[in-house]
């Protein structure tokens, strides 16, 4: 199996045990400390943790050894990738996986790392030197910069399930480049349990509806709700689970913008680092650069049901799905093209449709 940043081959040893060899493409991250890196967080997961990871049983992070590339030898996981059954798992099911799964992340926002001191912190922030210790003062900032080891690529290929019982998780998998940092850059919603792009989702306790005019949306809009529906709901489910399960990590999810909420916070007088209005605009008009291109990254996301790199599950014909790349950009083109020229619009998306 080939990954955006690793090739993974299953094996067979001796006495008829299947092993897993995973070997870090050349993009992956720097030479040694990538493969280093991933042994250490699993060894560090398994010891202090009972989160299910593979069992690490050699390695090498010296290219230059017998295979001729570093290497991670492990146990293959057990039981089934979760897409292979999401399918046909009932809402219920869906919902216990969700309240299991955050059992398992409050586990890592448990862990404490040393933090360095306040004066190591300021030092590459002179320019905010003055705002630090008021910042530091304050509790709910202080709680979401907790140094905190998280997985961020929990998608359904790396969750692996009892076949026989779905929402019982038997193994998380893929912790390569995970690293430490503050609590408010790495809580999030797992990819597949996110709020739909275009929706105007709302935190805090409310109960998603379908829209007031539902019974007259044509076929094709009404399936479209129907889906936004469904996934706003795992999405109220995972941040509910996460508030009950893991306070931690929900409060530092839904940390504020600090100068636009600097009195909300507690803080008196004004923000020490502001920004001029011209600074304000050009931030706006790039971001929303992004975010028509975000809108784009998703749709294809979503269509095509890959991820960021256009990973394609094995059992999926890789053909067709080009074919529905190709035709979807035209598609696209053809869209926006009162807006935007042909080159800006195959600039927008996100696959290339070269094979």
């Not at 040893?13 to 870090?24: E, L, Q």
């Not at 306040?118 to 709910?140: C, G, H, I, W």
Request: hydrophobic fraction near 40%.
């Amino acid at each position: 199996m080939e990954g955006g940043f690793s090739k993974a081959f299953l094996m067979k040893r001796a006495n008829g045990t299947d092993v897993i060899a995973k070997i870090p493409c050349r993009i992956a991250g720097p030479p040694s400390l990538t493969t280093a890196g991933e042994v250490a967080v699993l060894e560090y997961v398994k010891r202090h943790t009972s989160i299910p990871v593979p069992r690490v049983l050699s390695w090498s992070s010296d290219g230059s050894n017998n295979v001729g590339a570093e290497y991670i030898i492990m146990d293959k996981a057990p039981g089934v990738p979760l897409f292979q059954v999401w399918g046909t798992m009932t809402e219920f099911e869906r919902l216990q996986l969700i309240k299991n799964l955050t059992k398992l992340e409050a586990q890592l926002a448990t862990i404490k790392f040393p933090v360095g001191t306040s004066e190591q912190q300021r030092q590459p922030l002179e320019v905010t030197t003055a705002a630090m210790k008021l910042l530091d003062s304050n509790e709910l900032l202080k709680k979401a910069c907790q140094p905190t080891l998280w997985h961020t690529d929990l998608h359904m290929e790396n969750i692996f399930v009892n076949p026989d019982e779905c929402s019982t998780i038997v193994s998380l998998i893929d912790f390569q480049s995970t690293s430490v940092l503050p609590a408010f850059l790495q809580a999030q919603w797992p990819i597949f349990l996110r709020p739909p792009q275009n929706y105007d989702y709302e935190r805090g306790i409310f109960q998603p509806q379908l829209p007031e005019d539902f019974d007259r949306l044509d076929e094709e809009n009404g399936t479209i709700a129907l889906r936004e529906w469904s996934q706003v709901k795992l999405a109220k489910a995972y941040e509910v689970s996460t508030y009950l399960e893991d306070r931690a990590a929900h409060d530092a999810m839904s940390v504020p913008q600090i100068c636009q909420n600097w009195a909300s916070l507690g803080f008196s007088g004004e923000c020490s680092y502001s920004f001029s209005q011209a600074e304000l605009d050009e931030h706006e008009r790039q971001f929303a650069e992004y975010q028509a291109w975000d809108e784009v990254r998703m749709l294809a996301e979503e269509c095509f049901d890959t991820d960021s790199e256009g990973w394609i599950a094995p059992q999926l014909d890789i053909n067709e799905k080009r074919r529905q790349n190709k035709e979807l950009m035209a598609l696209y083109i053809e869209k926006v093209a009162g807006e935007r020229s042909e080159k800006e619009a195959k600039g927008m998306w996100p696959f290339s449709t070269e094979t």
